[in-house]
């Protein structure tokens, strides 16, 4: 393996992750001035004053955001403007229910997109073909929360089988899983049948065919080791779809995540926790991208030797 490759894409995403840092806390800075949000409308300017001082708001943007960095690299996101306690104390209670919404998701659209996809390349111009195809398109191009809604009047409240809101049980994850997985299952199987039709009409698979390799060894031994990076593609850059569309999923079935949590920061004007959130999120899309680029210099060589010799 070619180290370089593997060095330049951490260091590009190390780049990319510093980026994110100073664009949110920025951003953030400069249009939001947490006095005015956070103190009440009689407050006045000694009040705001005061507030400014003891939150470190009264010193230069610059200054503060190095003080910030030095705190982020030791873990400290500050305290929350609402009631004082620790941001990563807050989020580390939330995230284990966004990582496992998101995982199972993940591993439900996985698990069904991808056979669906083989299928439908397999069974080309069939009516099974066509059956997956148009059960895609409808799954990512419905809204999410719109589906959501649809499964909770549904499911919830006219038949009773399943739980509109939290998380305690299996049955409370079903509908939220189903609503987020839904879209990316419908574009795992339309890349994943392009992808191997593409391989599918390739010369090596036209051989191997002619020498009676069986449909499943050609599939799985020659076809879809060589249709992976496309697949591998989809699979990495839906992430941050997912993770922005959980935000939405979370709030329409009241599930205790991150993304609650963000919806219900902003309304309050809680600095903090807002920026906390937003970065931790921008760097969970940093480190798909780069296991997705990871995952391409394990599956071709050629990739990450020509990367390594640029």
């Known amino acids: 393996m070619h180290l370089k490759y593997f060095l330049m894409k951490t260091l590009r995403a190390l780049l990319t992750s510093l980026l994110l840092v100073v664009f949110v806390f920025f951003v953030l800075g400069i249009t939001w001035d947490p006095a005015q949000s956070m103190l009440p409308d009689d407050a006045t300017e000694e009040d705001m004053v005061e ?52 995982g199972m998701s993940i591993i439900f659209s996985i698990i069904f997109g991808l056979p669906l996809g083989i299928y439908a390349a397999l069974h080309r111009n069939s009516f099974g073909d066509r059956f997956v195809m148009g059960a895609a398109v409808f799954g990512f191009s419905m809204p999410n929360f719109f589906l959501g809604i649809m499964f909770i009047l549904l499911f919830s409240m006219k038949l009773h089988w399943l739980p509109s809101a939290g998380s305690d049980t299996w049955l409370h994850l079903l509908m939220p899983m189903i609503t987020i997985g839904l879209s990316r299952m419908g574009s795992y199987a339309r890349y994943t049948r392009s992808a191997m039709l593409n391989v599918l009409s390739k010369q090596y698979c036209i051989t191997a065919k002619a020498k009676g390799a069986s449909r499943k060894r050609m599939v799985y031994l020659h076809a879809l080791p060589n249709a992976a990076i496309p697949i591998v593609t989809v699979i990495g850059t839906s992430i941050g779809h997912m993770v922005g569309g959980g935000v939405v999923i979370e709030n329409v079935f009241a599930w205790p995540g991150i993304g609650r949590l963000l919806v219900t920061s902003v309304a309050v004007r809680d600095l903090p926790v807002v920026q906390a959130i937003v970065i931790i999120l921008g760097l969970s899309m940093v480190l798909a991208n780069l296991l997705v680029d990871f995952t391409y210099g394990l599956l071709d060589p050629r990739i990450r030797v020509t990367a390594g010799d640029k």
């Not at 507030?51 to 500050?78: S, T």
Request: net charge positive; proline share 4%; aromatic share 20%.
């Open 51 to 102: 507030f400014r001082a003891m939150w470190g708001l009264d010193k230069p943007l610059i200054e503060q955001f190095w003080v910030y960095c030095k705190n982020f690299v030791h873990g400290d996101f500050g305290q929350s403007y609402k009631d004082g306690r620790d941001v990563f104390e807050i989020i580390s209670q939330r995230l284990p229910k966004t990582v496992w919404l998101m």
